[in-house]
């Protein structure tokens, strides 16, 4: 959840003042911003903190291309449009190099 730092801070008066009726209006209203996402049949929702341990994720792994290069700092490969420079060798992407 995004914090705005920006925004006045509640003392400690002020969050004694809460009532029980706006404290729970505030839960109800938590409660309702959940998503709902549409299934398809036969699909399960995972909850999260769900135990996946038992799972088994299965994906191709698709080797460094010619074209690429993994930056020294950040360990992603990128595109060799993204080479930002090299230092002593070592290659850096744009973002880190920013």
């Known amino acids: 959840m ?21 404290l729970q209006a505030r839960r109800a209203d938590k409660a309702a911003s959940i998503i709902d996402e549409d ?11 769900a135990d996946l341990s038992n799972e088994e994720l299965t994906f191709r792994v698709v080797p460094r291309q010619a074209d690429e290069f993994t930056c020294t700092r950040c360990f992603l490969v990128h595109h060799r449009s993204q080479l930002a420079s090299e230092k002593n060798g070592q290659p850096v992407c744009r973002e880190c190099a920013a």
């Open 2 to 22: 995004a914090t705005d730092y920006d925004s006045p801070r509640k003392t400690d008066d002020d969050l004694s003042e809460d009532s029980l009726q706006e």
């Open 39 to 49: 299934l398809d049949a036969g699909e399960v929702a995972e909850l999260p903190g």
